[in-house]
């Protein structure tokens, strides 16, 4: 899910005022040394710090620092790669790459990440249900540094990509590459929706909003709470089914049934993912949750606090909660590697446009499941592509694979697997489908603690 690091910075000091999140960021400690670069730092109680740049080393070769414009780091005899975005697809493909046999002594990594810290994407249903505190699972990507004399941090925002000449272009200047591998994840296509932007909308892609929902749903003494789900495909399927029957579960156990009343606008036939479609359709009846399918909203009136459908359909609001379409990001789109998301050889990785640039996780157009788990496979297999492509006797072994846990109220999961071959068709005797039981949470945690610590230490 695309992040916003004040949001998500501002929520882990626990900060929330009324309906607008965040302001205010860790102490950053810069990665790579950059000159005029504008560091903002704040304590929790806003007590203002200031952490100093780093000396430069002395061996430039182990932590290379931005000089200039031009930050490439390209060593005689060694394959330069860069990666932009440090997830789990682009953390799962550093990892694995670095710790193949002969890999260290062949490449260079360069990781492009924004985030100082990562907050866990699987945990965002979480922090609506009041399951997890933020600061569980929350790590520095500095983890990604495993070895800087072979994986270095860049700390900036990729602007633009030039694949003719091998560029990707950040706010701090250029790095040129050999190969590229591009997983930064989605954004949110609001500029869709009409007036979305003008009012408040909270939902549970990004982990501010996702505590600021939670907060606005136990707020709420009546009223009307509308949940917009997208066309699929969407980052994390069950996430807008999980989010609403969390939300209804909540209201129950404040006693509030009678007062709040929950909608689910779907623009899709039914909820996703389809193998799912059962489960999550008896919990939302059970619950007294209205269902509206194949209905897209397309419009919200601020001044009536409604929402429009494409058929004409109006629903009012107290509190809203619209999950957009999903895109690859702008840079990505504008370089011609994606309409909405971006194509690739499902077999290699490697996008269609270009040989030497693959791309991997959420913002692929892929048969894959959007999800971590399944972005983490994909880092895997494409770790072991690139080192059968660069020469060190590897070969492609691992498919992709998918396990996800979700919500149908606050302590009850249902569970579904899905695999997938080489070529995108999903294997024989899948998916696998479990009906919810409370042993699944448990689940769920130990996996996402065990992916953190891979990524992150």
């Known amino acids: 899910m695309a992040k916003s690091r004040r949001e998500v910075l501002y929520a882990v000091g626990g900060l929330i005022i009324g309906a607008v999140v965040g302001a205010v960021a860790f102490p950053r400690r810069e990665t790579v040394t ?3 670069t504008v560091r903002e730092t704040a304590t929790v109680t806003q007590t203002i710090t200031q952490t100093p740049a780093p000396t430069a080393p002395s061996q430039p070769s182990e932590t290379p620092s931005v000089n200039g414009n031009n930050f490439t780091w390209k060593e005689p005899g060694k394959i330069n790669i860069v ?7 682009g953390g799962t493909f550093v990892k694995t790459l670095y710790q193949m046999p002969g890999a260290r002594e062949k ?3 360069t990781v492009i990440e924004r985030n100082e810290v990562w907050v866990s994407g699987p945990s965002h249903v979480d922090f609506v249900a009041g399951n997890r505190r933020i ?3 929350t790590r520095s990507v500095k983890g990604l540094v495993a070895d800087p004399k072979v994986i270095r941090l860049v700390q900036a925002n990729v602007v633009a990509l030039d694949p003719a000449n091998r560029r990707v272009y950040t706010n701090l200047g250029y ?3 050999d190969i590229l591998v591009l997983a930064p994840g989605i954004v949110l296509g ?7 932007s003008l009012v408040p909308n909270y939902h549970a892609w990004d982990p501010g909003h996702a505590l600021a929902l939670g907060e606005a749903v136990r707020r709420l003494a009546q009223g009307t709470i509308v949940f917009g789900v997208p066309p699929a495909p969407y980052k994390c399927p069950p996430a807008p089914y999980e989010v609403t029957l969390i939300t209804a579960d909540i209201i129950k156990e404040l006693g509030r049934s009678d007062r709040v009343k929950v909608i689910l606008v779907d623009a899709n036939s039914q909820p996703q993912p389809p193998p799912k479609a059962r489960i999550f359709k008896e919990w939302l009846d059970n619950v007294g949750v209205e269902y509206v399918p194949n209905s897209r909203i397309v419009r919200v009136d601020p001044e009536k606090k409604e929402v429009e459908t494409e058929k004409g359909e109006r629903f009012k609001f107290d509190l809203l909660s619209v999950l957009p379409r999903n895109y690859a990001p702008e840079f990505v789109r504008a370089a011609g590697l994606a309409k909405q998301f971006t194509e690739v050889d499902v077999t290699t990785y490697r996008t269609k446009a270009f040989d030497d640039i693959y791309a991997i996780g959420d913002h692929i157009l892929a048969p894959y499941t959007k999800s971590a788990y399944a972005a983490n496979t994909q880092g895997r297999r494409l770790a072991e592509v690139i080192a059968e492509r660069i020469g060190l006797g590897v070969r492609p072994e691992t498919k992709v694979y998918n396990i996800c846990w979700s919500y149908v109220n606050r302590r ?3 569970a579904i697997e899905v695999q997938w071959e080489p070529d995108g068709i999903t294997s024989p005797g899948f998916p696998k489908v479990e009906e919810p039981n409370a042993e699944n949470l448990q689940k769920r945690h130990s996996w996402e603690n065990g992916l953190l610590s891979f990524l992150y230490g």
């Open 190 to 196: 609001t500029w869709e929706i009409e007036n979305l």
């Open 107 to 109: 490449v260079t990594i």
């Open 83 to 89: 990666v932009v975005g440090g997830g789990p697809a």
């Open 135 to 137: 600061e569980e699972v």
């Open 412 to 414: 009850e999961l249902s």
């Open 175 to 177: 790095t040129e590459y």
């Open 34 to 36: 950059v000159t005029e």
